[in-house]
């Protein structure tokens, strides 16, 4: 009998042992009220019992920890109340329920902005996650006015994927003829009802090409892609960092879809400008302002 019972008991703790492994890779979501609006928001339902939004950033900090201390993979959610409402209203849910809230967390976490929890303290994670919604709001703005302009009249070709290849192109022209670094690109393309910005971080070797995300690099091509489809009077700014070298800073503007090179003067005007004010703004030391460099003229041509 003792024997059967020392059997049992084998068993149940390595069933935890192997749960608890089960666990470790199973990926974790956190949901993040960054701002007191949003926080205030919440504290109209019952089930959500915070009532500081400070102290709620220190126990979601403490969480994280947690999490990550256990080996766990974390990733933290930017949770938008109003959004929130919106699902549990399409969804047939009641808002005031804890599944409600970890549905639609894993919801965000599958299409929405997130980023990876790797130890960063909350003061920066925060800011980290705010941009990475910017840029992923941003992103769909375009793609969804870029899919709104239907086909050319003339050849019947989608303009707005047309004008995605050429950015494509012009991107990789730039990247590739700017030479090894760490780049730094800026993309400024208005439309009708706002200021669409983007930017990319890539790096490249003496041999080799650029390095960049995927993600943004479809973010840039899409923004720069509007400007081209619409013709605006946009513009790209890239800065160049290389090792015992001064920082390079060069830019192009949008001309009838392609990008035309500013002269030094021109990037100098425009980097040394305040954005808000028009105000000037004091160079900075180390840094040279360049004319843009010539990308070539084989772009694909975007149809209309």
Not at 22 to 48: C, K, N
């Amino acid at each position: 009998m003792a024997h059967i019972k020392q059997t049992e008991r084998s068993r149940r703790r390595a069933g935890t042992s192997m749960r608890r492994a089960l666990r470790r890779e199973a990926p974790s979501t956190v949901g993040l009220l960054v701002d007191a609006e949003d926080f205030a928001a919440m504290r109209h339902y019952r089930t959500f019992t915070f009532e500081d939004h400070a102290v709620y950033l220190q126990q979601v900090e403490g969480l994280l920890r947690t999490l990550a201390a256990q080996g766990m993979h974390t990733t933290v959610a930017l949770f938008d109340p109003e959004d929130y409402a919106e699902f549990c209203a399409e969804s047939g849910l009641d808002p005031d329920e804890h599944t409600s809230r970890s549905r639609f967390t894993a919801e965000i976490a599958a299409a929405g902005a997130t980023v990876a929890y790797t130890g960063q303290p909350i003061d920066t994670l925060i800011p980290l996650l705010v941009s990475r919604a910017v840029r992923r709001a941003t992103w769909e703005y375009a793609t969804l006015l870029l899919a709104g302009l239907g086909d050319c009249a003339d050849c019947g070709q989608d303009i707005g994927r047309a004008a995605f290849d050429r950015a494509s192109h012009l991107l990789m022209r730039l990247l590739d003829t700017a030479g090894p670094g760490t780049h730094h690109l800026v993309c400024s393309t208005p439309t009708e009802n706002e200021q669409l910005l983007a930017v990319l971080h890539t790096a490249r070797d003496m041999d080799g090409p650029a390095r960049l995300a995927s993600s943004e690099g479809a973010e840039f091509a899409t923004v720069l892609a509007v400007g081209v489809a619409l013709e605006t009077q946009g513009g790209v700014v890239l800065r160049t960092t290389a090792p015992d070298a001064p920082d390079r800073v060069h830019g192009w503007r949008l001309h009838r879809g392609a990008l035309l090179p500013l002269t030094a003067g021109e990037v100098f005007s425009a980097y040394c400008t305040d954005a808000d004010t028009g105000e000037p703004v004091s160079p900075e030391s180390g840094v040279e302002y360049c004319a843009g460099f010539d990308i070539g003229a084989d772009e694909p041509e975007a149809h209309h």
